[in-house]
């Protein structure tokens, strides 16, 4: 996630580092290439310009203090000044006193609304929200069958109405129906529109008032920059968005969308898209995301993303084979390989561990490609092979390549590296601390 950006940034900062005091000139040349790095990542102009303003009105005359030197009370300013630039504080979604509560998803064509109402229902279904989904996009061919199956991927009830019905009157009869199901939340799904679409843009104004909702949020494509802040504008000015959702954080946006929105409107990054999986929405948190584009990590969203994808007991059996006797075989490491990319893309999960940066990645070889590649030899190995991998010779390891659709060399490597792993977790069977691993 916005790994030019953090890169360059880290890089600039860094040559700030180990000077006595910061004078302005000094903080004035630094800063000019923090400008420069920003506006290449599609920050706003008037928002970066104001962002080194301020820092650098904090930096001039910091002295080193006992055990702090004046770049690392730098990259604490920048720190501090990302936060306030991207909301100061994480903002929860609103719910009313008496359910349900209505949220109404808005944007523009293409930019993942009804992949983000799905998404937005599992993460509430989790939370025991009780989430209902209402089709409203009467526009789209196949829109409200797209919704209905991605529902059925989730288990949320979707309502769908007959065709040529009046989008007012289906969204209201979508929220009877989830008072009558006992829903706590409904999502309703609209049809993408244009911000300068008159008659589309009273149709929503309509449906606001009509429904009352807690939560109206744009779902906007994070890889559109400044565009993505322009379509925002044009939304709060008609509808006054409470939210915002950035989808698609997970690919090559840039990161200007995400730095420049508060700022530029004053609405809230809520939520954010950062992958293709059911559960990849997770809940914005300026502190954190700060932390991770100066490459300082993001533990407790790793721990979070860790406890909703790891089956706790079979962690804890993997745990004990692993320092057993006979070690963990290919089964146990194909379990434990699913829970990982269950827990999403490797680079990702990688990115998010202090002082990760796109060099050490590259370095890292991290290719998601490789993980279904070692699935599909494991696939294809017989349950007494996988057991027993010291019995695979020549003619079985032939016929595991041929199954797999991968080299005879893949295999022998992955079956050497498997070994030397287990030899070097059976290793620490006599400590203390292996034997008693937990991920809480």
């Known amino acids: ?29 630094g800063l000019r290439d923090v400008r420069r790095i920003l506006l290449e990542a599609d920050v706003g102009y008037e928002i970066a310009r104001d962002f080194t303003e301020r820092v650098r009105a904090r930096a001039v005359g910091v002295e080193q203090l006992k055990a702090v030197n004046p770049g690392q009370q730098l990259v604490k300013i920048v720190h501090d000044e990302l936060v306030a630039l991207l909301g100061e504080k994480p903002v929860p979604l609103a719910f009313a006193s008496v359910p349900p509560s209505v949220i109404l998803l808005v944007g523009l064509q293409g930019s993942g609304k009804t992949t983000t109402a799905a998404k937005l229902a599992a993460r509430l279904k989790r939370e025991q929200k009780a989430p209902f989904l209402v089709a409203a996009d009467v526009y789209r061919p196949a829109a409200d069958e797209q919704l209905r199956q991605l529902g059925a991927k989730v288990g949320v009830e979707v309502y769908q109405a007959a ?17 009558h199901a006992r829903a706590r939340t409904v999502i309703v799904d609209t049809a993408g529109r244009l911000h300068v679409d008159g008659a589309l843009m009273a149709e929503l104004v309509a449906l606001r008032d009509a429904i009352c909702p807690q939560e109206v949020l744009l779902v906007a494509d994070g890889m559109t920059g400044q565009d993505a802040v322009r379509i925002a504008r044009g939304f709060h000015q008609d509808l006054g968005l409470t939210g915002v959702v ?26 954010i898209g950062v992958g293709e999986g059911m559960d990849a929405l997770e809940p914005f948190d300026p502190a954190r995301m700060a932390g991770r584009i100066l490459q300082r990590g993001d533990i407790v969203g790793l721990v979070e993303r860790a406890e909703r994808a790891v089956d706790q007991q079979q962690a804890e059996r993997l745990a004990q084979r692993a320092v057993s006797k006979r070690g963990m075989d290919l089964g146990d490491f194909l379990g434990a390989l699913t829970q990982i990319q269950a827990m999403g893309p490797l680079d990702s999960l990688l990115g998010m561990l202090p002082g990760m940066n796109g060099k050490l990645l590259k370095q890292a070889r991290v290719e998601p490609k490789r993980l279904k590649h070692v699935e599909a030899i494991i696939l294809s190995m017989t349950p007494e092979e996988r057991r027993r991998p010291e019995i695979l010779n020549g003619s079985r390891r032939s016929r595991i390549a041929k199954g797999s659709g991968r080299s005879v060399q893949e295999i022998n490597q992955l079956l050497a590296q498997f070994e030397q792993m287990r030899r070097m977790m059976k290793g620490f069977g006599g400590t203390k601390g292996l034997g008693k691993l937990r991920l809480n």
């Open 246 to 271: 950035l989808t698609k954080l997970d690919g090559d946006a840039r990161g200007g969308a995400a730095l420049s929105i508060y700022g530029a409107v004053g609405v809230p990054l809520k939520l």
């Open 1 to 29: 996630m916005f790994a030019g950006l953090s890169d360059k940034l880290t890089g600039a900062l860094r040559g700030l580092a180990g000077r006595g005091v910061l004078t302005e000139d000094v903080v004035r040349d």
């Open 163 to 179: 065709d040529g019905k009046d989008v007012v009157e289906l969204v209201k009869s979508g929220i009877a129906a989830a008072l």
